[in-house]
Protein backbone atom coordinates (compact mmCIF):
# COMPACT_ATOMS: atom_id res chain seq x y z
CA UNK A 1 0.00 0.00 0.00
CA UNK A 2 1.42 3.53 -1.18
CA UNK A 3 1.47 6.28 0.62
CA UNK A 4 2.93 9.66 0.58
CA UNK A 5 2.35 11.53 4.17
CA UNK A 6 4.52 13.38 6.52
CA UNK A 7 3.53 11.32 9.48
CA UNK A 8 6.13 12.48 12.00
CA UNK A 9 10.03 14.44 12.61
CA UNK A 10 13.44 13.03 13.77
CA UNK A 11 13.38 14.56 17.23
CA UNK A 12 16.73 13.61 18.27
CA UNK A 13 20.03 11.60 16.55
CA UNK A 14 21.92 10.11 19.10
CA UNK A 15 25.44 7.85 18.56
CA UNK A 16 27.60 5.84 21.11
CA UNK A 17 30.54 3.91 21.64
CA UNK A 18 31.42 0.69 23.44
CA UNK A 19 32.23 1.05 26.53
CA UNK A 20 33.07 -1.14 29.76
CA UNK A 21 30.99 -1.08 32.68
CA UNK A 22 30.93 -3.46 36.33
CA UNK A 23 27.82 -5.70 36.22
CA UNK A 24 27.94 -7.98 39.76
CA UNK A 25 31.75 -7.97 39.56
CA UNK A 26 32.61 -8.24 35.78
CA UNK A 27 33.04 -6.10 33.29
CA UNK A 28 31.07 -5.62 30.75
CA UNK A 29 31.27 -4.10 27.10
CA UNK A 30 28.25 -2.18 26.12
CA UNK A 31 27.00 0.65 23.97
CA UNK A 32 23.80 1.11 24.99
CA UNK A 33 24.72 5.12 26.36
CA UNK A 34 23.83 7.12 23.48
CA UNK A 35 23.84 10.82 23.30
CA UNK A 36 22.21 13.43 21.18
CA UNK A 37 24.63 14.83 18.29
CA UNK A 38 23.93 18.13 16.35
CA UNK A 39 24.19 18.59 12.65
CA UNK A 40 23.71 16.13 10.19
CA UNK A 41 24.74 12.32 10.39
CA UNK A 42 25.24 9.61 7.81
CA UNK A 43 23.12 6.60 8.07
CA UNK A 44 24.88 3.95 5.70
CA UNK A 45 25.89 0.09 6.00
CA UNK A 46 24.69 -1.28 9.59
CA UNK A 47 24.83 1.96 11.70
CA UNK A 48 25.52 5.68 11.83
CA UNK A 49 28.51 7.72 11.53
CA UNK A 50 29.95 7.87 15.24
CA UNK A 51 28.08 4.78 16.50
CA UNK A 52 28.88 1.77 16.99
CA UNK A 53 27.51 -1.59 19.06
CA UNK A 54 29.71 -3.75 21.47
CA UNK A 55 28.49 -7.38 19.59
CA UNK A 56 26.72 -7.64 16.50
CA UNK A 57 25.96 -10.78 17.40
CA UNK A 58 23.06 -10.47 19.25
CA UNK A 59 22.84 -5.85 18.41
CA UNK A 60 23.17 -4.39 15.39
CA UNK A 61 23.44 -5.71 11.80
CA UNK A 62 21.07 -5.26 8.61
CA UNK A 63 17.81 -5.57 10.57
CA UNK A 64 18.74 -3.69 13.77
CA UNK A 65 20.82 -1.27 11.48
CA UNK A 66 19.31 1.39 13.58
CA UNK A 67 16.51 1.74 16.72
CA UNK A 68 14.15 4.15 17.25
CA UNK A 69 12.08 4.94 20.07
CA UNK A 70 9.18 7.45 20.14
CA UNK A 71 9.36 11.00 22.42
CA UNK A 72 5.57 9.81 23.36
CA UNK A 73 7.11 6.77 24.41
CA UNK A 74 9.66 8.26 26.93
CA UNK A 75 7.00 10.64 28.12
CA UNK A 76 4.83 7.96 28.99
CA UNK A 77 8.19 6.22 30.88
CA UNK A 78 8.54 9.40 32.27
CA UNK A 79 5.63 9.66 34.27
CA UNK A 80 6.02 5.59 35.49
CA UNK A 81 9.25 6.28 36.62
CA UNK A 82 8.94 9.85 38.21
CA UNK A 83 11.88 11.21 36.38
CA UNK A 84 12.68 12.80 32.59
CA UNK A 85 14.08 10.66 30.19
CA UNK A 86 16.03 12.36 27.55
CA UNK A 87 16.98 11.01 24.05
CA UNK A 88 19.19 7.97 23.57
CA UNK A 89 18.36 6.67 27.53
CA UNK A 90 17.18 3.70 26.30
CA UNK A 91 19.82 3.18 23.18
CA UNK A 92 18.29 4.36 20.48
CA UNK A 93 19.68 6.22 17.13
CA UNK A 94 16.83 8.25 16.28
CA UNK A 95 14.33 9.36 18.58
CA UNK A 96 10.99 10.62 17.11
CA UNK A 97 7.78 12.27 17.38
CA UNK A 98 4.69 12.04 16.32
CA UNK A 99 4.86 8.27 15.18
CA UNK A 100 3.07 4.99 17.06
CA UNK A 101 5.99 2.84 16.75
CA UNK A 102 3.97 -0.07 18.59
CA UNK A 103 2.13 0.02 15.45
CA UNK A 104 4.58 0.26 12.96
CA UNK A 105 4.15 -2.45 9.99
CA UNK A 106 6.77 -4.68 9.76
CA UNK A 107 8.57 -3.79 6.15
CA UNK A 108 7.14 -0.08 5.67
CA UNK A 109 9.23 2.23 5.12
CA UNK A 110 10.21 6.01 5.89
CA UNK A 111 12.19 8.69 4.41
CA UNK A 112 14.06 10.65 6.79
CA UNK A 113 16.48 13.39 6.01
CA UNK A 114 17.88 11.77 2.54
CA UNK A 115 18.15 8.41 4.09
CA UNK A 116 15.46 5.43 3.73
CA UNK A 117 14.79 3.17 6.74
CA UNK A 118 12.89 0.38 7.08
CA UNK A 119 11.07 -1.02 9.91
CA UNK A 120 12.65 -4.58 10.85
CA UNK A 121 11.45 -5.95 14.09
CA UNK A 122 10.94 -4.98 18.19
CA UNK A 123 13.53 -4.60 20.92
CA UNK A 124 13.78 -7.42 22.43
CA UNK A 125 15.76 -6.32 26.05
CA UNK A 126 18.52 -7.89 27.15
CA UNK A 127 20.57 -7.47 30.60
CA UNK A 128 22.11 -4.53 29.34
CA UNK A 129 19.00 -2.12 29.31
CA UNK A 130 19.11 -3.01 33.23
CA UNK A 131 22.83 -1.62 33.44
CA UNK A 132 21.78 1.41 31.79
CA UNK A 133 18.89 2.27 33.75
CA UNK A 134 20.33 1.04 37.22
CA UNK A 135 17.84 -1.34 37.57
CA UNK A 136 18.32 -5.25 36.91
CA UNK A 137 14.26 -5.87 36.99
CA UNK A 138 14.04 -3.17 33.83
CA UNK A 139 14.15 -5.18 31.19
CA UNK A 140 10.54 -7.45 32.43
CA UNK A 141 8.90 -4.31 32.94
CA UNK A 142 9.96 -2.97 29.40
CA UNK A 143 8.70 -5.99 28.05
CA UNK A 144 5.34 -6.24 29.82
CA UNK A 145 4.28 -2.65 28.60
CA UNK A 146 4.77 -3.04 25.15
CA UNK A 147 6.40 -0.60 24.39
CA UNK A 148 9.10 -1.46 22.25
CA UNK A 149 10.36 0.92 19.54
CA UNK A 150 11.19 -0.13 16.23
CA UNK A 151 14.52 -1.74 15.08
CA UNK A 152 15.47 -0.31 11.05
CA UNK A 153 16.96 -1.52 8.22
CA UNK A 154 18.95 1.32 6.22
CA UNK A 155 17.61 0.87 2.29
CA UNK A 156 18.88 3.56 0.79
CA UNK A 157 21.67 5.26 2.49
CA UNK A 158 21.58 9.24 3.35
CA UNK A 159 22.04 11.85 6.17
CA UNK A 160 19.76 12.49 8.84
CA UNK A 161 19.12 15.17 11.76
CA UNK A 162 17.45 16.32 14.55
CA UNK A 163 14.08 18.33 12.60
CA UNK A 164 13.91 16.35 9.74
CA UNK A 165 10.68 15.09 8.78
CA UNK A 166 9.21 11.27 8.68
CA UNK A 167 7.96 10.42 5.44
CA UNK A 168 6.20 7.37 5.03
CA UNK A 169 6.05 5.83 1.75
CA UNK A 170 4.80 2.54 1.81
CA UNK A 171 3.41 0.47 4.05
CA UNK A 172 2.68 -3.57 3.20
CA UNK A 173 -1.01 -4.86 3.37
CA UNK A 174 -0.09 -7.58 5.83
CA UNK A 175 -0.92 -6.07 8.96
CA UNK A 176 2.11 -7.53 11.17
CA UNK A 177 3.56 -4.90 13.76
CA UNK A 178 6.63 -4.62 15.86
CA UNK A 179 3.60 -4.66 18.79
CA UNK A 180 2.15 -7.76 17.45
CA UNK A 181 5.88 -9.54 17.39
CA UNK A 182 6.54 -8.27 20.86
CA UNK A 183 3.09 -9.31 22.26
CA UNK A 184 3.25 -12.76 20.29
CA UNK A 185 6.90 -13.72 21.89
CA UNK A 186 5.65 -12.80 25.16
CA UNK A 187 2.29 -13.76 25.70
CA UNK A 188 0.49 -15.15 22.95
CA UNK A 189 2.91 -18.08 21.14
CA UNK A 190 -0.06 -19.74 19.40
CA UNK A 191 -0.63 -16.46 17.23
CA UNK A 192 3.31 -17.20 16.06
CA UNK A 193 1.95 -18.68 12.71
CA UNK A 194 0.80 -14.74 11.71
CA UNK A 195 4.50 -13.10 12.14
CA UNK A 196 4.93 -15.55 8.46
CA UNK A 197 2.72 -13.00 6.65
CA UNK A 198 5.26 -11.03 6.79
CA UNK A 199 7.53 -11.44 4.05
CA UNK A 200 10.32 -8.85 5.20
CA UNK A 201 10.09 -10.62 8.83
CA UNK A 202 14.27 -11.05 10.07
CA UNK A 203 15.18 -14.54 9.26
CA UNK A 204 15.49 -14.84 12.94
CA UNK A 205 12.28 -14.13 13.38
CA UNK A 206 11.12 -16.92 10.91
CA UNK A 207 13.07 -19.42 12.05
CA UNK A 208 11.27 -18.72 16.08
CA UNK A 209 8.08 -18.72 14.43
CA UNK A 210 8.46 -21.65 12.35
CA UNK A 211 9.50 -23.80 15.19
CA UNK A 212 6.99 -22.29 17.80
CA UNK A 213 4.12 -22.60 15.30
CA UNK A 214 4.87 -26.34 14.31
Known sequence: MMTNGLTGRIESVNVGRPR???FRGKPVTTAIWKSPVPGPVRAEGVNLTADDQADRTVHG???KALYAYASEDYRWWGEQLGTELGPGTFGDNLTTAGLNLT?????ERWRAGTAVFQVAQPRIPCFKLGIRMGDAGFPRRFSIANRPGAYLRIIEPGE???????QRLDVPNHGVTVGDIAHIYYAEHARAGELLLAPQLPGSWVRWAREIAG
Open 20 to 22: TVQ
Open 160 to 166: VSAGAPI
Open 103 to 107: QAVVG
Open 61 to 63: GED
